[in-house]
């Protein structure tokens, strides 16, 4: 336990207490010398009990008036408080679910869908890897995932591990006709969640300048819109209105012989929209021909989207003094009583 004394120069005057003994040991000398003028009969008295322990109320006294000097220079224990603080940061992770994720591809040396290899990385996005991707800790993160319709598995929150558990369960669609691509109404949703979310603890600080330090959507798909209600450009301008950021990373679906990402049908990004769409944000477009790349992509936009942590450093105190204060009191009494009632004629 760290701990010191507030005020360390009032333990000095525990050196009183040896010149107060001094002095009361020659005082004592000298009326022993005045009371017996015949000192044989002193020597062949003896000593009794009460003379050979004469000294305990002085002792007594002495410990107490000790024990009030240290309660007097407060002993204190060190309690080290730092608070770490960061401006508020949310993302909305908005995955593509339509039809073309089930295309298979090769990830970390396994075979397994598009989907599920995504599902990985941005799992990973979210909690770390422990090389590039550092996790997301402290920041509001959402999911939305998208295909015909667009739906929110999981609203803004800092429960991390929910997310990512909910970000596991993510299937394709079943039914065909909802395994579409509604880039739009996903962006659109991802936006309208991140603005009521602002909107609401705005209102709840009682604070109406305040707003989330960065506002932000990442999405991932391997097609072109081609359902839903609202196009990606109409999301991009709200989007902008808003103060929100769109990252847009595009699967595409290339084979060639050295650089195969994904078997089976050819997929169409729209690189040229998706990049006016998210640069029209402040964003960026990332299209990627290989599953290595999407580690890297999402790694920039997390320094992108990185906050400055920032830390306070307090320290606290919790005071000592009350047992030494108590106890000195107590052994002060305890000398006056023992000194009048069973010292007096000795004394």
């Known amino acids: 336990m760290n701990w010191q004394f507030a005020y360390p120069w009032v ?79 949310a993302i909305e992770l908005v995955v593509d679910r339509s039809g073309s994720m089930e295309e298979k591809a090769n990830f970390d040396g396994q075979p397994m869908t598009r989907l599920d290899a995504v599902k990985r990385v941005v799992e990973q996005f979210v909690i770390g890897d422990g090389d590039l991707l550092k996790g997301r800790e402290g920041d509001l993160l959402g999911l939305i ?38 880039i739009g109404d996903a962006l659109m949703l ?17 604070d109406p300048e305040f707003e989330l330090k960065s506002k932000a959507v990442i999405l991932l798909t391997d097609g072109e819109n081609r359902a839903g209600t609202y196009s990606p450009e109409q999301a991009a301008g709200l989007a902008k209105d808003w103060g929100i950021k769109v990252y ?21 990004v729209n690189d040229s929209k998706m990049t006016a769409v998210a640069q029209y944000t402040g964003g960026q477009y990332w299209g990627v021909d290989r599953i290595d790349e999407l580690d890297q992509v999402y790694a920039q936009i997390d320094e992108l989207e990185r906050s400055t942590i920032q830390i306070s450093e307090s320290t606290s105190y919790r005071e000592l003094y009350l047992p030494f204060a108590i106890f000195g009191l107590v052994s002060y009494v305890l000398a006056s009583l023992t000194k009048t009632m069973v010292y007096r004629s000795v004394l």
């Open 11 to 89: 333990l000095f005057f525990g050196l009183a207490i040896p010149v107060i003994w001094i002095v009361q040991l020659v005082l004592f000398s000298r009326r022993r010398g005045m009371m017996s003028s015949v000192p044989s009969r002193v020597a062949a008295a003896g000593s009794s009990v009460r003379t050979l322990t004469a000294w305990i109320p002085s002792a007594i006294l002495s410990i107490g008036i000790f024990a009030l000097i240290i309660a007097l220079a407060r002993p204190q224990e060190i309690i080290g408080n730092t608070t770490t603080s960061r401006d508020a940061i």
């Open 145 to 182: 995932v998208f295909g015909t319709f667009a739906d929110t598995l999981m609203p803004l929150t800092q429960s991390h591990e929910a997310l990512v558990e909910a970000l596991r369960r993510v299937e394709i669609p079943k039914i065909e006709r909802e395994q579409s691509t509604a």
């Open 190 to 206: 991802a936006i309208a969640r991140l603005k009521a979310t602002e909107d609401a603890m705005r209102n709840e600080m009682e």
């Open 248 to 268: 847009i990373i595009g699967i595409r679906g290339g084979t060639s012989v050295n650089n195969l990402f994904f078997g089976g049908r050819m997929q169409e």
